[in-house]
């Protein structure tokens, strides 16, 4: 039996084929194939892996990488340990079997089974270097040796072959031309989120246009901004090179945010999350509320990178003297929410990442996809309309952003409006954009720029309107409840706070806030969000609508909508004319009963433009502007008919 192994090896002899050139660097072993007739794979060829091994056999790595022109083949984790090991084994063994140690540096898989079905030293020593454990594990060298990929200027890395034992469950193309294909383990029931950007597909000579083109871009030969990646390939680029995949992957690398612009091109990827640390651990996505395991991985100097260009993008500080970031970009048609945390808090450097929707929530939308029924949204439409003072609270994922960008747009298109923000989330540029009149102010945590109460101070002195806070949560609360209190502004004012329901957040902003009592009073209504898990994955939806009134200065609750086994459903308060809410929402001369047929009618246009499809906000906006022409028209056409009366 040996015989045939000898014959077996000696067909792929060791390195006899093999120019891989190894070295040294630090905890990893760099490997130079750009000379190789194999390319450094070490999965398919046994003079590479010989080559590889018989370096290790002096020395324990952490990594092998393999590079080419233009890719890098990143072994890590049991491939690594598996090389590792059999350089431990294949030193050790030659004084008990040249034969056999030999095996080891081109076919580790077979010296371990062999020496594992023998006695004697052989077997203590495959045993002992952890070489028979690790090659139990794998059924071959596809699985034993399954590289993390990327091409050269990447500082990202994608395993270019699915997880073993895994069955295809689905798979499309997104519009950054990447492919996705999800696959299932029966073993752990873990779903994997496998991508493969378009630069895996790119040939040799592609690829080597990359590299001259970053070599280019590197050493500053092109100018431009944001064009220069595209000049830098156009400089380099050959006949027959696919320019247009070349710009946006040298773009993508180094004027973007690498492969998360891939993920994020998927519109069923809410959240990606990069998990310290980040080279020894995949990304996580959460597809359509389910999270699966990626086929990705961030590299220490990619995190480096990543964090570099969020502090000057951001302007704030991140370090291990401000460990915590809170930012936002924008990739493609999405703005993603940037979470980072670094040294001391963490094992090095973290994100998570989470998008903003494509396209802005309207409360039509929010009906249609089940957060609250019409009735529920007539009312808060109405309140909005006509200048209340509301809060949404909730749990951190509930849904309280979304709500509360799907209510500005119930304030009447001629309200000035002044959003604070210290993340911009809220759709202050969709608002401009249908030509309403809304001032967006910046707002910081730190000292990178003014601070939350200082920026409700400058929005009370742009002029009187609606003010919107994105999240009220320090010491702004007080300066904004003054306002309220005393009449400061003539709008809506609408923000959000963490809390589950009233008398939670009555604590929070009386307790924790330090607002007096009788100034939380002067809020008209609590909006209450819940986030539930659901078989086809969790949903965000409205739990409670409670109006707030003090007599005597102490806070008192009243539930207006509950969430019931039958959803979200009326308490009878409004339709038995004890609201109080309702009476304060009455114009002059109006009762209250004109104002409770007004909500059944924003009811009914509500659910009409749900069953016809306009829940998007430019289709929302032309359907109130058609209602308010229509209402135009029937008081012209009553104050005509009196005339006509009044003429006979």
Not at 365 to 377: P, R
Not at 527 to 542: F, M, Q, T, W, Y
């Amino acid at each position: 039996m040996y015989e045939l192994f000898d014959r077996l090896f000696d067909a792929g002899e060791a390195n006899s084929d093999c120019r891989c050139d190894p070295s040294v660097e630090g905890d990893r072993l760099a490997v130079d194939a750009t000379d190789c007739p194999s390319g450094g794979r070490l999965a398919e060829e046994a003079a590479c892996r010989a080559t590889v091994v018989e370096a290790l056999t002096a020395r324990d790595v952490e990594t092998v990488v393999t590079g080419t022109v233009g890719t890098e083949r990143a072994y890590e984790d049991d491939a690594a340990a598996l090389l590792v090991a059999a350089g431990r084994f294949a030193d050790a063994a030659r004084f008990h079997d040249d034969r056999l140690a030999d095996r080891a540096l081109g076919d580790p898989l077979g010296a371990a089974h062999e020496a594992s079905g023998r006695a004697g030293p052989v077997r203590r020593l495959a045993a002992e270097t952890g070489l028979a454990e690790l090659a139990a594990r794998v059924d071959g060298y596809r699985e034993a040796l399954r590289p993390f990929v990327g091409p050269a200027i990447s500082r990202w890395r994608v395993a270019a072959r699915p997880p073993p034992a895994a069955r295809l469950a689905s798979k499309r193309t997104l519009d950054s031309g990447a492919s996705v294909r999800v696959y299932e383990r029966p073993t752990d029931g873990v779903r994997t989120y496998h991508v493969e950007p378009v630069a895996h597909g790119l040939d040799k000579p592609a690829l080597a246009t990359l590299t001259a083109a970053y070599e280019r871009l590197a050493d500053g030969a092109v100018d431009g901004g944001e064009r220069a990646p595209g000049r830098a390939v156009r400089a380099v680029a050959n006949e027959d090179d696919p320019v247009a995949d070349l710009r946006a992957t040298l773009r993508k690398h180094t004027r973007g945010y690498g492969v998360v612009e891939d993920l994020f091109a998927d519109p069923h990827v809410s959240d990606v999350f990069a998990t310290a640390p980040v080279d020894e651990n995949t990304l996580w996505v959460r597809v359509d509320g389910e999270a699966m395991r990626t086929n990705v991985r961030l590299t220490d100097a990619g995190a480096e990178a990543l964090a570099s260009r969020f502090r000057r993008e951001s302007g704030r500080a991140f370090s291990g003297a401000d460990p915590t970031l809170d930012a936002a970009v924008a990739t493609g048609e999405r703005r993603i929410r940037v979470a980072g945390v670094t040294n001391p808090v963490s094992d090095g450097v973290a994100f998570a990442f989470r998008a903003g929707d494509r396209q802005p929530w309207t409360l039509p939308a929010l009906v249609a996809n089940g957060t609250l029924t019409a009735e529920a949204a007539a009312l808060l439409s109405v309140a909005v309309e006509r200048g209340a003072a509301g809060l949404i609270a909730g749990s951190r994922g509930a849904g309280k952003t979304t709500l509360l960008g799907a209510c500005l747009w119930e304030i009447p298109p001629w309200t000035r409006t002044v959003v604070i923000e210290d993340t911009p989330e809220l759709p202050v540029e969709a608002l401009q954009t249908e030509g309403r009149d809304v001032q967006g102010l910046r707002s910081a945590l730190d000292d990178t720029g003014p601070s939350p109460t200082e920026a409700l101070r400058t929005a009370l002195r742009l002029g009187d309107g609606a003010l919107v806070v994105g999240e009220i949560r320090g010491e702004e609360a007080t300066s904004l409840y003054e306002a309220m209190r005393v009449g400061a502004n003539d709008g809506a004012v609408l923000g959000t706070v963490h809390g589950d329901g009233g008398q939670d957040v009555r604590e929070r902003v009386v307790s924790d806030l330090d607002v007096p009592e009788s100034s939380f009073g002067v809020t008209d209504l609590l909006v209450s969000l819940e986030a539930v898990d659901r078989p086809d994955g969790p949903s965000r939806r409205v739990r409670a609508i409670e109006e707030i009134h003090s007599p005597d200065d102490a806070v008192q609750f009243a539930s207006l909508y509950e969430r019931t086994g039958e959803g979200l459903t009326s308490t009878g308060r409004l339709d038995r004319a004890n609201s109080r809410l309702l009476d304060t929402l009455a114009d002059p001369g109006e009762s209250y009963a004109d104002v409770r047929s007004r909500l059944t009618d924003r009811a009914a246009w509500l659910t009409g433009l749900v069953e016809a499809g306009r829940t998007d906000p430019a289709a929302v906006d032309r359907a109130r502007a058609e209602r308010l022409a229509d209402a135009d028209s029937a008081h012209e056409e009553t104050t005509a008919r009196g005339v006509r009366s009044g003429e006979r």
